[in-house]
């Protein structure tokens, strides 16, 4: 790792800890050159999970996409970049957990979950764009609880 003020190339790890429950590693290093301090913080990816979606296809676990379409559904609203970050790292600790599949629909459901206790807005539009209600008149009834 690169010291990012004298660029040396080799710096040393003085303490690392897990956050994100374990699924993400925070390390202090120390440049042997200038002696300067910083913490990088490296995501395990969970590039070994599997997305089984609804016509049966599979693709690997993509965060980078489930975030677009989360952020997408929280344009505008007071959803804070912490709390999203928080709620999916708990999520894709629960579909990694057992399984080295997940199916799209668990994880849209999962999703809606959270998001319907962090905004009701944001939860609405992402429901609405992953097609999860039944139909018509679910999403009106949902649509209806906002309006009151
Ligand atoms: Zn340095």
Known sequence: MQCPKCKVEDTAVIDSRLSEGARA???RRECPK????????ERQELSS??????DGTREPYSRDKLERGIWLACTKRP?????MDGVLAKLEEK???????VSSSTIGQDVMKSLKRIDDVAYIRFASVHREFRDVEEFKKE?????K
């Open 25 to 27: 590693v925070r390390r």
């Open 34 to 41: 200038c002696s300067h301090r910083f913490t990088t913080f």
């Open 49 to 54: 999970l599997i997305v089984v979606k609804q």
């Open 79 to 83: 959803v804070s970049r912490k709390r």
């Open 95 to 101: 579909w990694g957990a057992n399984k080295k599949e």
């Open 143 to 147: 649509l209806g609880k906002l309006l």
